[in-house]
C-alpha cells in the first residue's frame, strides 16, 4: 500500500475529495482505497482539477464515512487491483 493523501471534503452521494500526496496521480486511478487500519474504504473513480493541483475522487463503500474521514483527517492509502487474467 503507497499513500494517496488526506481527504478534504465529502458529499452525501458517497464521495470524498482528496488532496493527493502521491506525485503521479494517475497512478492511483481504478485503485482500492484503505484508511490507516487497513480497512478498505472504497476506490479511486476520478481525477479532477489542475495539472499542478489535482484531486482524487474516492467512491465510498459505506456513505456514512465520508464525513468521520474528513474530520479526523486521517491520511488513505491506495493498492492497485489485481486483475485475474482470463484464459
Known amino acids: ?8 471534503i465529502y458529499s452525501k452521494d458517497g464521495y470524498v475529495v482528496v ?3 502521491v ?7 481504478g485503485s ?11 476506490i479511486v ?3 479532477i482539477g489542475r495539472i499542478d493541483d489535482p484531486r482524487v475522487i474516492v467512491k465510498l463503500d459505506n456513505k456514512d464515512l465520508g ?5 479526523r483527517r ?3 492509502y491506495f493498492a492497485k487491483k489485481v486483475r485475474k487474467e482470463k484464459r
Open 1 to 8: 500500500m503507497r499513500l494517496l493523501g488526506i481527504p478534504e
Open 19 to 21: 488532496k493527493p500526496l
Open 23 to 29: 506525485k503521479n496521480v494517475l497512478e492511483c486511478l
Open 32 to 42: 482500492l482505497v484503505f484508511n490507516n487500519s487497513g480497512r478498505r474504504v472504497g
Open 45 to 47: 473513480t476520478d481525477i
Open 67 to 71: 464525513e468521520f474521514l474528513v474530520s
Open 74 to 76: 486521517e491520511r488513505l
